[in-house]
């Protein structure tokens, strides 16, 4: 069974600094991997997502992720956080042909500093 | 309307109660989900329909019952649920052979 983990469940930046939220995934097959975005009393939002091809992945808000398979990783990353990225954040894996039986990871809570 | 949308976005109801969700895709999909999301847990997939016949039921109590009678619309029907369900309950839709699911608001459920 596939499984997500997000070791970070709060993070503090600055606004204007740079961000990395890791996520971990444990899948056998090659992975359907996401980020989503939830705002406090909103569903979620899908960032961006991979199942092939090139390994860093550009999605919406100017985030961005790296698919590296030796590492069981895909970090998101930011180059520079604006206070409305404020939100949790969810790393999900893709099971089924399709890859949409979706298991989420726990979350990483983002807080931006004025 | 767009999008997927929930309805009630809240809802108290007692351990002995019947009540029901109700969601509703704007997006033309033929997938359709729940998911419910606790505070200690991560998001879980209950419930999937494809082409309105499901194919995913995570061993989910029979005290929450899915029924999709077209592919625009999905209901979550509870009965005698227990406080443990209290949680945000979201809709997703999608297309059958695509990954990227479309998120409603979700019904914030408390079961008193």
């Known amino acids: 069974a596939q499984s997500v983990t997000q070791p970070d469940i709060h993070i503090t930046v600055s606004e204007g600094a740079s961000l990395e939220l890791r996520c971990n995934y444990s899948?056998?097959?090659?992975?359907?991997l996401f980020w989503y975005v939830q705002s406090p009393g909103q569903g979620l939002q899908l960032l961006l997502k991979y199942f092939s091809g090139d390994t860093l992945v550009q999605g919406i808000k100017g985030f961005e992720a790296e698919f590296k398979r030796s590492q069981s990783s895909f970090n998101l990353r930011k180059p520079s956080v604006h206070w409305s990225d404020a939100a949790e954040y969810f790393c999900a894996v893709g099971a089924g042909s399709a890859g949409n039986m979706l298991t989420f990871g726990g979350g990483t809570r983002l807080m931006v500093k004025p | 309307e767009t999008g997927v949308t929930q309805t009630p976005r809240h809802l108290v109801m007692g351990m002995t109660n019947k009540k029901s969700l109700k969601c509703e895709q704007h997006l033309g999909h033929n997938a359709m989900y729940w998911y419910k999301q606790s505070a200690k847990k991560p998001l879980e997939l209950m419930f999937v329909?494809?082409?309105?016949?499901?194919?995913e039921n995570n061993s989910v109590p029979s005290r929450f019952s899915p029924e999709c009678p077209n592919s625009s619309h999905l209901f979550l029907h509870l009965h005698t649920l227990q406080p443990e369900d209290s949680a945000l309950y979201l809709c997703a839709s999608s297309q059958v052979a695509d990954s990227e699911q479309y998120f409603g608001p979700g019904t914030r459920l408390t079961v008193t």
């Open positions: 899948y056998g097959a090659t992975p359907y």
């Open positions: 329909y494809s082409l309105e016949e499901r194919v």
